[in-house]
Nanobody, 116 residues
Framework: QVQLVESGGGLVQAGGSLRLSCATS????????MGWYRQAPGKQREMVAV???????NYADSVKGRFTISRDDAKNTMYLQMNSLKPEDTAVYYC??????????WGQGTQVTVSS
C-alpha cells in the first residue's frame, strides 16, 4: 500500500506564497512519476504539475511561471512552491504517484485558500 503524507496547505492572501510537501517511502519515490492535482468546489480534479523520477517537469498553463515542482532525493519528498497566488488557485491539492507496480495513488488532500 502506498502512503503519501501531505503538508503545507493553509490560508494566504492573494500575491502570497505557500509550499506543499508530499513524503513517501524510498521505494515509491525512486520509481514513480509524482505530481500535484487540485480540485475546486464544483469542478473536476485537474493536473497542476508533475515531475518524473528523472526530474522532467510539466505544468498546467494556469500556473506556469508561478509554481515550481521539485523532488528532494535525500528526503523522499516532493514539493510544490506556489508563488503569486491568486484566488482562483483555491482548491484542495492532492499529491499523486504513478508507477508500474502500484498504479495511481493519492494523498488525503490539503486545503489551499487564497483570499482576495
Amino acid at each position: 500500500q502506498v502512503q503519501l503524507v501531505e503538508s503545507g496547505g493553509g490560508l494566504v492572501q492573494a500575491g502570497g506564497s505557500l509550499r506543499l510537501s508530499c513524503a513517501t517511502s524510498r521505494t515509491i519515490f525512486v520509481i514513480s512519476t509524482m505530481g500535484w492535482y487540485r480540485q475546486a468546489p464544483g469542478k473536476q480534479r485537474e493536473m497542476v504539475a508533475v515531475i518524473s523520477n528523472a526530474g522532467l517537469t510539466n505544468y498546467a498553463d494556469s500556473v506556469k511561471g508561478r509554481f515550481t515542482i521539485s523532488r528532494d532525493d535525500a528526503k523522499n519528498t516532493m514539493y510544490l512552491q506556489m508563488n503569486s497566488l491568486k484566488p482562483e488557485d483555491t482548491a484542495v491539492y492532492y499529491c499523486n504517484t504513478r508507477n508500474t507496480l502500484w498504479g495511481n495513488s493519492w494523498g488525503q488532500g490539503t486545503q489551499v485558500t487564497v483570499s482576495s
